[in-house]
């Protein structure tokens, strides 16, 4: 079956360079997630949109920004990067009316420098 | 005090032994409840939903008490390929609204 797809799989950046991750959920999900998860650290919410709406906000850096397309893919915009950005971006996706289970990609890591 | 709290471990266990692992959250107004397994470097993977009437998958059993806000994992006859993170989590709002909050994982190790 299809699964997230997420791409880079992994990314080095310089400090205060922009970044770009991009999502492809599973077909016909509606929900799209971000999370952070930084070195020995849980993953950390950021942002999530619902129907290409956003539909809730977690810790996510004004520095960061997100959307989802017509075609349902996400991309998670981070600028002037910082070190501490250093970490594994999960995009996840889920279905309404599948009881919300929510899976994961296999995640994009970036390293700032 | 962090919203959904777990003994880090590691638990280092024999082959075949039973393992018990324990979360705690703090939101009352929590609705839907997981472990995920995590392993090194890769994504979470959803491991089993967690109910009020208890559910089992196999060897792992999932525990709710919605009174006491705690959530419990029983491992069963434990397996070298049992050696991950678990993950305890929690979804506050549900629907397609909610998100998930982590625990930060409790690490098993199954030894030989």
């Known amino acids: 079956a299809a699964g997230v797809i997420q791409s880079p799989r992994h990314l080095i950046k310089e400090k205060r360079e922009t970044a770009t991750l991009k999502c492809y959920p599973i077909?016909?999900?509606?929900?799209v997630y971000w999370y952070q998860q930084g070195p020995g650290q849980d993953p950390q919410f950021l942002i999530s949109f619902y129907e290409k709406m956003q539909s809730d906000k977690g810790s996510i850096p004004d520095r960061f920004s997100a959307q989802q397309f017509s075609d349902y893919h996400s991309e998670l915009n981070m600028s002037s990067l910082e070190l501490g950005d250093s970490a594994l971006y999960f995009c996840?996706?889920?279905?309404?009316?599948?009881?919300?289970?929510?899976?994961f990609g296999e995640g994009s890591w970036l390293t700032v420098v | 005090r962090k919203e959904v709290e777990q003994d880090p471990g590691p638990f280092n266990v024999p082959e075949g032994a039973t393992v018990a692992f324990n979360c705690t959250y703090s939101?009352?107004?929590?609705?839907?409840f997981f472990w995920y397994r995590q392993d090194c470097r890769k994504e979470p993977k959803l491991l089993m939903s967690?109910?009020?009437s208890g559910n089992e998958d196999g060897r792992f059993t999932a525990q709710l008490n919605r009174a006491s806000q705690y959530i419990s994992l029983l491992i069963r006859d434990s397996k070298l390929s049992d050696s991950a993170t678990y993950l305890c989590?929690?979804?506050?709002?549900?629907?397609?609204?909610?998100?998930?909050?982590f625990g930060k994982g409790t690490k098993l190790s199954v030894k030989p």
């Open positions: 939101n009352s107004a929590s609705q839907s």
């Open positions: 967690v109910y009020s």
């Open positions: 989590v929690v979804n506050i709002r549900g629907g397609s609204q909610g998100n998930l909050i």
């Open positions: 996840a996706s889920s279905f309404t009316n599948s009881g919300n289970t929510i899976y």
């Open positions: 077909p016909r999900h509606d929900t």
